[in-house]
């Protein structure tokens, strides 16, 4: 297990300097031949790279068969690495490509809405246009451009805060299925998901439009995401950081067609943790009512009858892995409970 080398850009507000910054890194690392995946967002960080075999910007609705060709034509080029400029789709879209090519990739997000960034698994559709997790190689290098980040949408600085909401949850699924003797404990991985945690809880009850101005949030945001990739990598699974609620978020990927970003998906199918773990689940849901995070069906278009649904094909999106969810075993009539006790008063 490796860890990726993390390193940010803050010395100065301007672009134009985290790019030069970055074709500097690149060549330190002794690559001359980058092949580059990059989005609107990316094109001034991309701009003082040298030596570049090719730039392509992944299409709407690309797939995995599409990153799977995209690969084969990387590895044509006689590039030595992937370097992946863009937002969460892009980074995991050149993740799979780049395992296809046999190259190593460095990350440089433009937004930090999920903890994806540094984590061996990307989240890519299938030709049905299904979002899927699947195993990929974590990046060689992660670049926090913190003059590029302070650009990006109010939206996704909330899903970023939204996915880490789920590790506390995520942590209790995974101490639940070691004592069933289901998995192996790992201290190190738990330990990198709890603090990935600990570096945005005091910002719980702030204003999500003020942090995502704030350039010391935004670094520490995105030191939490890497964490958080980092105990997956630790860990050697998606555990530390993806329980129940992230069945939830892929169940409303497979039936609802993803109604909102991956974090603020998990954060809603939080409430449903939160709920079969005992929690205040009044107080959970004003706490993401203020970060302006789902915690109503109706915000994400869905009935009751939805979310029923919703939980009960939720266990089956990640087969083998035992949460919170599996532990409650919900029938239909349970799961129709469930939902009336969380939304009681609305
Ligand atoms: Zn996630």
Redesign the pocket.
């Known amino acids: 297990m490796e860890f990726p080398e993390v390193q940010a850009f803050e010395a100065s507000d301007s672009e134009q300097d985290a790019a030069d910054e970055l074709a500097r890194l690149i060549e330190a690392l002794g690559t001359t031949a980058p092949f580059v995946m990059t989005s609107a967002h990316g094109d001034t960080l991309v701009s003082s790279l040298k030596g570049v075999t090719l730039t392509v910007t992944p299409p709407p609705g690309a797939t995995q068969q599409w990153a799977s060709e995209l690969g084969s034509s990387i590895h044509r080029s006689g590039a030595d690495v992937v370097v992946a400029v863009g937002g969460g789709r892009l980074l995991d879209l050149a993740k799979l490509a780049a395992a296809r090519a046999g190259l190593t990739i460095i990350a440089v997000p433009t937004q930090l809405s ?3 960034i540094c984590s061996p698994v990307a989240v890519v559709p299938n030709e049905a246009g299904v979002r899927q997790s699947l195993g990929a190689i974590a990046p060689r290098f992660v670049y926090l451009s913190i003059p590029t980040l302070m650009g990006a949408t109010v939206a996704s600085v909330r899903a970023g805060m939204g ?1 880490l909401i ?1 590790n506390p949850l995520a942590l209790r699924d995974w101490a639940l299925a070691a004592e069933r003797g289901l998995t192996d404990m790992d201290q190190r991985a738990w330990d990198l998901s709890a603090e990935s945690f600990e570096l945005i809880k005091p910002h719980l009850t702030d204003d999500p439009a003020t942090l995502s101005r704030d350039p010391v949030f935004v670094r520490r945001l995105g030191d939490a995401l890497v964490m958080s990739g980092l105990s997956m990598i630790a860990s050697g699974s998606s555990r530390p ?2 329980g129940g609620e ?1 069945e939830i ?1 892929h169940a409303l990927d497979l039936l609802f067609g993803s109604p909102t970003l ?2 603020a998906q ?1 954060a809603f199918g939080c409430v449903f943790s939160a709920a079969l773990y005992g929690e205040d689940v009044p107080a959970f849901r004003r706490q993401l009512v203020r970060l302006g995070l789902p915690q109503h069906p109706g915000q994400l278009g869905l009935d009751h009858e939805d979310v029923v649904r919703l939980l009960l094909a939720a266990p089956d999106t990640r087969p083998g892995r035992f949460t919170v969810l599996e532990q409650a075993d919900l029938d239909e009539q349970g799961a129709a409970n469930l939902v009336k006790r969380i939304w009681a008063g609305d």
Do not use: F, Y
Request: no cysteine.
């Open positions: 999920h903890d994806g996915d789920a950081a993806s992230h978020s991956h974090g998990v």
